[in-house]
T-cell receptor, first 115, second 111 residues
Framework: GAGVSQSPRYKVAKRGQDVALRCDPISGHVSLFWYQQALGQGPEFLTYFQNEAQLDKSGLPSDRFFAERPEGSVSTLKIQRTQQEDSAVYLC?????????????FGEGSRLTVL | DQQVKQNSPSLSVQEGRISILNCDYTNSMFDYFLWYKKYPAEGPTFLISISSIKDKNEDGRFTVFLNKSAKHLSLHIVPSQPGDSAVYFCAASRFGNQFYFGTGTSLTVIP
């Protein structure tokens, strides 16, 4: 596809369940980012990949959060033992460039609701 | 610790008039700034950017101004159109590896 694709668009999980969110970036884009957006807030950085290398994971809120991009294309964000505070929209973005001037192209997001 | 701040959660403007959206940042090391527009149930879409070596960048009806000494940037939309109604986020980065977003300003353009 032409844009960043995320699935599922909506996910309802019971507290304690594990969830996996998928991101298909724009073909050929080197950089991939995951952001978390809580209601009424701006996107907050979670983690960044350059190809398959996870260069920055400083934004992951706890060790229950794990992201991978094994072949430098599709990425998965996994949240283990979900908690209610994990409820948010998870945005994936990709960029063709590394470094300074790469604009981010965002997907539509995966809205996670933890009951 | 919010490094990028948008202090106006909402703004209403009459169609045809100028919309001015403001953004302040705290980290003087930021060197690249962007504005994104977001419609409900969609991801943010890129609008316009500016490098720290410039103080103005213009693209059609959209102009971004950067005041480095004040750590302030603004987005001007002239003339405003009803289709511009959306949430606008400013973002800042250093080296383009991590982007910090503001909390957004909801713009309503009244026909």
């Amino acid at each position: 596809g032409a844009g960043v694709s995320q699935s599922p668009r909506y996910k309802v999980a019971k507290r304690g369940q594990d969830v996996a969110l998928r991101c298909d970036p724009i073909s050929g884009h080197v950089s991939l980012f995951w952001y978390q957006q809580a209601l009424g807030q701006g996107p907050e950085f979670l983690t960044y990949f350059q190809n398959e290398a996870q260069l920055d994971k400083s934004g992951l809120p706890s060790d229950r959060f794990f992201a991978e991009r094994p072949e430098g294309s599709v990425s998965t964000l996994k949240i283990q033992r979900t908690q209610q505070e994990d409820s948010a929209v998870y945005l994936c973005a990709s960029s063709r460039r590394t470094g300074k001037t790469g604009e981010l192209f965002f997907g539509e997001g995966s809205r996670l609701t933890v009951l | 610790d919010q490094q990028v701040k948008q202090n106006s959660p909402s703004l209403s403007v009459q169609e045809g008039r100028i919309s001015i959206l403001n953004c302040d940042y705290t980290n003087s090391m930021f060197d690249y700034f962007l504005w994104y527009k977001k419609y409900p149930a969609e991801g943010p879409t890129f609008l316009i950017s500016i490098s720290s070596i410039k103080d103005k960048n213009e693209d059609g009806r959209f102009t971004v101004f950067l005041n480095k000494s004040a750590k302030h940037l603004s987005l001007h939309i002239v003339p405003s159109q009803p289709g511009d109604s959306a949430v606008y986020f400013c973002a800042a980065s250093r080296f383009g590896n991590q982007f910090y977003f503001g909390t957004g300003t909801s713009l309503t353009v009244i026909p």
